[in-house]
C-alpha cells in the first residue's frame, strides 16, 4: 500500500466531526508513524498559509519537493491540507499534538521542522509572519534556538550560516570534538538512519540540503574560514 493511499485511509477513519489533529494520538506504532510525518507536514503548513478558502493545486504543488506526489494522489493531499487550514483549532494546538507524538525523537522533530521551511520558502519570499509561525513551533517542539537559527540560516537567502550552529559546536570546541560532531551529523543524515525514524521514504530528500551544509561548514571551520 503507498504512503497516499495509507494516509486516505487514515482520513477515512476519522469520526463525524472529528478534528484532523485527533489522528496524532492514535498513530505512534512504527508503521504509522511515516504517514503521521507526512500529515504532520501538510497540517502546519496549512495553518502557515495566508490564503481563504478551498485549497488549490498550485498550493499543494509547493510540496512537490518534499514528497513526491503522484499525479492521482494530488486530490487526497489537498484534502489533507484543507481539513487543517479549516480546523477551528489553531496552530499550537496542532503543534503541542505533534510534539507530543514526536516527543521521544527531538531529531524527527527537526526533520519536520526543515520541512516547514522548505515550504515556506516555496515562493521565494520570506515573511515576517512564517518567521514567527515558524519560531513559535520550534519553542512548542523544544528546539534549541542553535538548532532553529541554523535552519534559518540554511532556507532563508542572504543570511550567512553560522558554521558552528550547523554542526552543533562553540568556536572554543576543540577542532577533535568538532570533526566527531561533523561526522556525527553525517551518519545521522544517511537515508537509512532517516526512513528508520519513521520519515517517509519519499522526504528523505529533505536532508540533502542538511548534508550539503554541513560538510560546507566543517570545510570552513577546517579551513579557518568560519
Given at each position: 500500500m503507498s504512503l497516499w493511499s495509507r494516509i486516505l485511509e487514515v482520513l477515512a477513519s476519522l469520526a463525524p466531526g472529528e478534528a484532523l489533529s485527533g489522528l496524532f494520538d492514535r498513530m505512534r506504532a512504527p508503521p504509522e508513524r511515516s504517514?503521521?510525518?507526512?500529515?504532520?507536514?501538510?497540517?502546519?503548513?496549512?495553518?502557515?498559509?495566508?490564503?481563504?478558502?478551498?485549497?488549490?493545486?498550485?498550493?499543494?504543488?509547493?510540496?512537490?519537493?518534499?514528497?513526491?506526489?503522484?499525479?492521482?494522489?494530488?486530490?487526497?493531499a489537498a484534502r489533507v491540507f484543507d481539513l487543517a487550514r479549516t480546523d477551528v483549532a489553531g496552530f499550537e494546538h496542532y503543534a503541542r499534538r505533534i510534539g507530543a507524538?514526536?516527543?521521544?525523537?527531538?531529531?524527527?522533530?527537526?526533520?519536520?521542522?526543515?520541512?516547514?521551511?522548505?515550504?515556506?520558502?516555496?515562493?521565494?519570499?520570506?515573511?515576517?509572519?512564517?518567521?514567527?509561525?515558524?519560531?513559535?513551533?520550534?519553542?512548542?517542539f523544544r528546539l534549541p534556538e542553535r538548532e532553529f537559527r541554523s535552519l534559518r540560516t540554511r532556507f532563508v537567502p542572504g543570511v550567512e550560516p553560522d558554521c558552528y550552529d550547523v554542526l552543533g559546536v562553540t568556536p572554543d570546541t576543540p577542532m577533535e570534538e568538532i570533526r566527531a560532531a561533523w561526522r556525527a551529523a553525517v551518519r545521522e543524515t544517511h537515508p537509512d538512519r532517516l526512513?528508520?525514524?519513521?520519515?517517509?521514504?519519499?522526504?528523505?530528500?529533505?536532508?540533502?540540503?542538511?548534508?550539503?551544509?554541513?560538510?560546507?561548514a566543517w570545510e570552513r571551520i577546517q579551513a579557518g574560514t568560519a
Open positions: 504517514v503521521a510525518f507526512t500529515i504532520a507536514v501538510i497540517a502546519l503548513s496549512a495553518k502557515m498559509a495566508k490564503a481563504d478558502g478551498q485549497v488549490t493545486r498550485d498550493e499543494v504543488s509547493a510540496f512537490r519537493e518534499v514528497f513526491v506526489i503522484p499525479p492521482e494522489e494530488v486530490d487526497n507524538m514526536f516527543r521521544d525523537d527531538r531529531e524527527t522533530l527537526r526533520d519536520l521542522m526543515e520541512g516547514l521551511f522548505h515550504i515556506a520558502m516555496a515562493d521565494g519570499t520570506y515573511h515576517p509572519a512564517e518567521d514567527d509561525f515558524l519560531s513559535r513551533v520550534a519553542q512548542i526512513m528508520a525514524r519513521g520519515l517517509p521514504e519519499e522526504a528523505v530528500k529533505l536532508a540533502e540540503k542538511r548534508l550539503v551544509a554541513i560538510n560546507r
